[in-house]
């Protein structure tokens, strides 16, 4: 089995605005905004589901080719793994 998206717990701190989600690095104060299908793709990533799994739910919900979301979502969750949000991608 292929291990689930997980947050980097005690890494950021989160907080939702109006539909934007709004991440603060604790580690050096950046902060980061998700909208739209960012923020989509961060509430996914629920330490249950894995790459294929977050890849399925945007196919289905968005009616879209799973290589096409694929292409989308790696260079995303490479972002927020270099930005210190996820424990692994």
Sequence with gaps: MIAPLMKQAGRFSETTVDGEVVLLNLDDGAFFS????????????????????????LAAR????????????????????????????
């Design 34 to 57: 998700l909208t739209g299908t960012a923020a989509e793709i961060w509430a996914l990533i629920d330490g249950a589901r894995n790459r294929e799994a977050v890849i399925a739910e």
């Design 62 to 89: 968005h009616n879209a080719d799973h290589a096409a979301v694929a292409a989308d979502l790696d260079p995303f969750l490479a972002d927020l793994q270099a930005r210190g949000f996820l424990a692994g991608a």
